[in-house]
């Protein structure tokens, strides 16, 4: 078995999107927690790569999000969390981008928003560079957010999963990527203090329309997810 260390932003979705594959694939890893700013050109010289999450195997860069969970799918197999079958396979794979590329990117920007008008700094400024926010870019995510989203909701209303009858890759990341959109899951599940928890979340998440969202994520969570999620040991 590979020696696998990931390097991870505690509260990102996309590091808690690769701590959950591997849990549920029962891989032992150390975790290793990324420090914007202050430990960014260190992640870089070690990785090639500007954020995290990474997955390093034997000392290999495996890389963000994606990559990791291909990697961890094609070397264990077992429990499979991306079908064989061809529509189911092509399903999870778009339900996957739509959270890692559209619900998540959009709604970081109107966390960097939120953060530049608290005077959050230098982190909103960093933040701002880094994934190219600007207040048409933030208003063009929330018009994308407020038709898609809804439509999520509806669609997690009337089933426990969102491709077939079993867990897959699909959940796990619109559940992780969800906390972008309507918070945090409580500290159930999620170990977070009150100051970091009250900046995830955007104001569409309060709509009632998404109700189902939210407890089909807390469900999920109390169903796949194998415990509370707690920050690395210092």
């Known amino acids: 078995m590979a020696d696998l260390e990931l390097i991870e932003l505690y509260a990102s979705p996309f590091s808690e999107r690769v701590r959950w594959v591997l849990e549920l694939k029962g891989l032992r890893y150390r975790r290793t927690q990324f420090v914007p700013l202050a430990g960014e050109a260190e992640h870089v010289r070690r990785t090639g790569i500007a954020t995290a999450p990474v997955l390093l195997a034997d000392g290999e860069v495996v890389g963000d999000s994606n990559e990791a969970l291909e990697w961890i799918e094609a070397r264990h197999p077992g429990p499979p969390l991306l079908p064989a079958e061809p529509v189911a396979r092509a399903q999870v794979r778009a339900w996957e981008h739509l959270g890692t590329e559209v619900v998540a990117p959009l709604a970081r920007l109107a966390f960097i928003g939120r953060a530049k008008a608290l005077g959050i700094q230098p ?41 077939g009858n079993a867990l897959t890759r699909a959940d796990v990341t619109i559940a992780a990527m969800l906390v972008t959109v309507i918070g945090i899951p409580s500290n159930e599940f999620f170990v977070l203090d009150d100051a970091m928890r009250s900046m995830f979340g955007i104001p569409l998440g309060d709509d009632p329309v998404l109700a189902p969202l939210r407890r089909w994520r807390d469900e999920t969570y109390r169903r796949h997810r194998g415990g509370r999620v707690e920050p690395p040991a210092a």
């Open 123 to 163: 982190l909103a400024d960093r933040f701002a560079e880094k994934y190219h926010w600007s207040e048409a870019e933030q208003a063009r995510g929330d018009r994308v957010l407020r038709a898609v989203v809804p439509d999520l909701a509806r669609a997690v209303d009337k089933a426990p999963y969102l491709v």
